[in-house]
């Protein structure tokens, strides 16, 4: 299920993360009143799969403070992932693999102008293009956004091209659908 789409806009300094309202489950799907994308804090979230999930990192989950001096993708990859894994672990959604290694699930992370990807075991990432996207209608998504990343138009406004690739996704992707719920960073 699902399709989150993030792009850092160069120009405000901000991120913009935009998702489907779907919840899939095989060949059936309904749509959901409660947002996959969400602010909690300072911190823009996109989640995929679990709803549980997104539930915990938009009410439970409280980032911790970033340490003065300390480079942002430091600080995601120990301070705030570690806080993540407590969260999860706390709201009865940390899983376990079969060797023992903790499992979460997939998000963006938007914070001021940088976008992170937090994969399913905890891995931080954050990628050399400008755009990402996770989910089932990921590939569609990022088709579009590369497409979309070469038109200099500054009408072309970044939540523009946000819904445009969602909208591809929707058309290609089984479960992906609208309403879209786009934001971006502060």
């Known amino acids: 299920m699902t399709c989150i789409v993030g792009i ?24 959901r009143k409660d947002p996959k994308v969400f602010k909690n804090g300072d911190f823009l979230f996109g989640c995929t799969a679990s709803f549980r999930m997104m539930q915990l990192l938009r009410f439970s989950f409280r980032p911790p403070i970033i340490k003065e001096g300390i480079d942002i993708y430091e600080y995601m990859c120990t301070d705030f992932i570690n806080e993540v894994r407590k969260c999860f672990s706390e709201g009865g959604y940390l899983q376990k693999d079969t060797d023992g290694s903790e499992l979460g699930g997939c998000f963006l992370v938007g914070y001021k102008d940088r976008l992170f990807t937090v994969e399913g075991d905890f891995q931080v990432a954050e990628n050399i293009d400008e755009f ?32 445009m690739a969602l909208e591809v996704a929707e058309h290609f992707a089984l479960g992906v659908s609208s309403p879209f719920v786009i934001d971006k960073t502060d």
């Open 132 to 163: 990402h996207s996770i989910g089932c209608g990921a590939d569609f998504a990022l088709g579009a956004l590369a497409l979309l990343s070469q038109i200099s138009i500054k009408e072309t406004l970044i939540e523009n091209k946000v819904k």
């Open 8 to 31: 850092k806009d160069k120009e405000s300094h901000r991120v913009v993360i935009g998702g489907d309202s779907a919840a899939s489950a095989g060949s059936s799907y309904n749509l």
